[in-house]
Structures are given as structure tokens and as C-alpha cells.
């Protein structure tokens, strides 16, 4: 069997910004000092002259975006989640969300695949404060191919934009002639009859390594992917709930505020299911492997089965 392609999402993201960046004159891009490990340097190689290093300067980074913006300028900004999402938090809110500007958050280094940078830079709260925010669209793609068709559609989207990518090479698997993505609609990704597996980003990959996993045991698990977590696929999610009576929500991060509590926002509202949430246990990260971290908080395929195997 051939081995599967694993491409990091980080790295998709600054090949989608160089292609658009040939078709869109009014693309820009900021970054604070981090462009290698962004990847906005594969952009900055072509477009040198759309291409601003804020230096270690978030807040100024999203001021000077929001500025950008007003003047018929399309800017993505980027730097680690912890940053963009934690540190500049102020003034993505108040300079970018409140006046509704259209600026898109490439925010990399997401959870806690970050790895040996530890707790201090493994940002597990971003979705849940990106979310908060009025007006601003959150997605979390799961694979190369989904990361650059976000990319696109948030560059064609009007207004604040918050897109979260990884460090860590994740499986592609969405390469597939009728994949679609489409901003606020979830992808049902296998059927199922006993229970749901709603994942986001690259717990996608693990949500279906433990599907199978569950076939095995004789238990019918259907996959979701919710790319975006804002606007939130509701429909889908309540037909899913109904469908199975029995949810599991999986993400790479805290199991409050993001993927899971959207979940069971909508459901408590319009069709209350049993949840269990999988993800980052109110707990800070540590530094050590990507793919050893993952394992330790049951967020790989092996972990996800034991966790819902155990509650169905």
C-alpha cells in the first residue's frame, strides 16, 4: 500500500497566497518576523513589493491591516495563533471586528502539535476567542487541499476572517473529485447509524482512523468535518443528532469554547443529544512531539476510538 501524502497546513497556506496573489493585485500580506515558519515567504518571493515583516510587533501588525483594509487592499495577516489570536486579541477586536473590516488572520502553529515550543506557544483557546467575536468567520481546515480552498474563499469573503493552520504534516484527505468547500457547510465524510463523529481540522484524520477502528467493534460511526466552526453547519449538525441520537465532538483544542461548544450550543436549542466532547481537557500543553503529544491526549486515531468506545 502506498504511503499516504502529509503536508502541513501552514505550508498550504503560503503556496494558496502566492497563487492568488496572480490574480489578485490588491492581495497583501503582513507577518511579524516569522515568515519562514508561516510559510508567507513562499508569497514574498514573488511579491516582494506586497510584502510587509511588522517585526515582532503583532498588535501594530493588525492596526496596519485594518488601515490596509480601508484603502481597497485585501490583507492577511500572519503569525502564530498564540499571537494573532492571544497577544493582538485587543485590537483584532476592536480595530478589525468591530468596524467589520475585511482582513483575513492566517494564524499557524495552532495547538498543541506545535510540539517542542511547549505550553507557552500552544494556543488550545483561539477558536473559542475568535468565535466571540461579532461578525468574524472561523475556519479550521483539516488538510492541504481544504487550507487552500479556505484561503480562496476567504479572500472572496467580505469581511473579518480567522483561519487556523498547523505546524505538524497532516494526511491529505479530501482528494477527491467532488469535494466542495464552502464557507458555514459541513462535509459528511462516511455514514453511520450508531453514533456521530463531528471533528474539525486535523483530528478529521483521526476522527476517521477511530471510525474504522469502531467498524471493527461492530459500531456504525458517521464522520463529519466542520471546517468552519463560524457560521456553524447547524442544520447538518441537528440532522446528524437526530440521525444517531448520539454525538462525539473531536478538535485540538480546549473542549470549551470551540467545536464542541458550538456543538452543543445549537443542539441544547434545537435538538438536545448526548455529547461527549474530545479534545484538550482544560489542561496547559507541555513541550515534546507533535505526534507523542497527540497520542497522550487521545487525540489520534487510537486515542479517539478508546474515548468513544468506552462512552458508546
Known amino acids: 500500500m502506498s504511503e499516504v501524502k502529509k503536508i502541513a497546513t501552514r505550508q498550504s497556506y503560503g503556496e494558496a497566497l502566492a497563487a492568488l496573489g496572480k490574480e489578485h493585485e490588491n492581495l497583501v500580506v503582513l507577518d511579524a ?12 518571493k514573488v511579491f516582494p513589493e506586497r510584502h510587509i515583516d511588522c517585526g515582532i510587533a503583532e ?10 483594509s480601508t484603502t481597497g487592499k485585501v490583507p492577511f495577516v500572519s503569525t502564530f495563533a498564540m499571537f494573532a489570536s492571544g497577544r493582538a486579541y485587543e485590537q483584532v477586536r476592536n480595530s478589525i471586528g468591530y468596524p467589520h473590516l475585511n482582513v483575513k488572520i492566517g494564524a499557524t502553529h495552532a495547538g498543541i502539535s506545535v510540539g517542542e515550543d511547549g505550553a507557552s506557544h500552544q494556543c488550545n483557546e483561539d477558536l473559542a476567542l475568535m468565535r466571540e467575536i461579532p461578525g468574524m468567520v472561523v475556519i479550521n481546515p483539516s488538510d ?17 476572517v480567522y483561519l487556523r493552520f498547523g505546524r505538524l504534516a497532516v494526511p491529505v484527505i479530501n482528494d477527491n ?11 459528511v465524510l462516511k455514514e453511520g447509524t450508531d453514533v456521530t463523529i463531528i471533528a474539525t481540522g486535523l483530528c478529521v484524520g483521526s476522527a476517521l482512523d477511530a471510525a474504522e477502528k469502531l467498524a471493527a467493534d461492530g459500531i456504525s460511526a458517521q464522520v ?20 444517531t441520537g448520539k454525538v462525539v465532538t473531536v478538535e485540538e483544542h480546549s473542549v470549551i469554547g470551540g467545536l464542541g461548544s458550538a456543538v452543543c450550543d445549537t443542539l441544547c436549542a434545537k435538538a438536545p443529544t448526548s455529547v461527549l466532547k474530545i479534545g484538550v481537557q482544560d489542561v496547559f500543553g507541555e513541550s515534546g512531539p507533535a505526534v507523542e503529544l497527540l497520542k497522550k491526549y487521545k487525540l489520534d486515531g487510537d486515542g479517539v476510538y478508546e474515548q468513544i468506545k468506552a462512552w458508546v
Open 59 to 68: 498588535c501594530n501588525m493588525m492596526g496596519i491591516a485594518a488601515g490596509l
Open 177 to 187: 473529485p467532488d469535494y466542495k468547500f464552502e464557507i458555514g457547510k459541513g462535509v
Open 144 to 160: 492541504d487541499i481544504e487550507a487552500k480552498a479556505a484561503v480562496k474563499a476567504a479572500y472572496e469573503h467580505e469581511g473579518p
Open 224 to 243: 463529519v468535518n466542520i471546517h468552519t466552526i463560524k457560521p456553524l453547519d447547524e442544520d447538518l449538525v441537528v440532522a446528524c443528532a437526530k440521525k
Open 33 to 44: 518576523d516569522l515568515a519562514n515558519a508561516t510559510k508567507t515567504d513562499t508569497f514574498k
